[in-house]
């Protein structure tokens, strides 16, 4: 009975790929490829349960899933894994993609935070012409923006040729609104850089749902110009009207 049913529910994602389908019949159709035998269905019932969505099901801790009746480790890791492979695959196709515009390094920054529960803090490093040299998470989640080492930033962005980059980081269930330690920090962040002619071009700041460009802000766009002003001259009153 359970075989009849896989081999009809693969066929109508073959038919129809996922639409039709609730969130808990797709929780179903993963764990089909993690759990050979046994009724699947009620599992991912028992994860929505639990979880309360789709996106928290695949975001949860691996211990938390498998404390539920029927997800083993197998199931685990595979659902464990789906946001990752997100973030690999839409990071991949956009690799090459001239960074011209910040609708697209939105849409090539965001994949990287997809999924992530605690704040991680990414540097961009493009070449000469805007093109993507290298990604790299400067922090794991374990430190705050304030606690980035701006030295082993600029190591990086000599590491990987960088002619200018854009630094990112998330608000996970907060505003993208910057802090005022984020301002700090980039403002210290852009006068290292330009003691190494290395142009830091933005400022991103993703919350769950949206984003804050700090170049694009009126407020905070004369930090990202580059200019001949000496580099201890660059600190000034974002806030001048408080």
């Keep these: 009975m359970h075989e009849g049913h896989r081999e009809r529910v693969r ?3 073959r038919q129809t790929g996922l639409n039709g389908f609730s969130p808990h019949e797709i929780l ?3 764990l089909f490829y993690a759990c050979p035998r046994g009724d699947t269905n009620a599992t991912a019932h028992r994860l929505m349960d639990r979880f309360g969505s789709l996106s928290a099901v695949l975001e949860a801790p691996y211990e938390e899933l498998i404390a539920v009746d029927g997800v083993g ?5 595979l659902l464990g894994l789906v946001p990752e492979l997100f973030r690999k695959y839409t990071a991949d196709k956009a690799a090459k993609t001239v960074m011209d515009s910040v609708d697209a390094v939105v849409n090539y920054l965001r994949p990287r935070f997809f999924g992530l529960t605690t704040e991680h803090i990414g540097m961009l490093c493009l070449d000469i012409s805007g093109r993507v040299n290298n990604f790299t998470f400067l922090s794991d989640g374990s430190l705050k923006l304030a606690q980035l080492d701006v030295r082993k930033a600029a190591q990086v962005a000599l590491r990987n040729n960088a ?3 854009i630094l990112a980081h998330n608000h996970p269930g907060g505003l ?7 301002l700090t920090t980039t403002q210290t962040l852009i006068q290292t850089f330009r003691a190494i002619n290395i142009r830091v071009a933005d400022h991103i700041i993703f919350s769950d749902e949206d984003y804050f460009s700090m170049s694009s802000h009126e407020r ?3 930090m990202f110009l580059m200019s001949s002003v000496p580099s201890g001259e660059m600190r000034i009153n974002l806030y001048q009207d408080e």
């Design 11 to 13: 066929e109508k994602v």
């Design 176 to 182: 993208p609104n910057p802090s005022r330690a984020d």
């Design 163 to 165: 002619e200018s980059v």
């Design 220 to 222: 905070f766009a004369p």
């Design 28 to 30: 179903e159709l993963l």
């Design 73 to 77: 480790d197998a199931a685990a890791t």
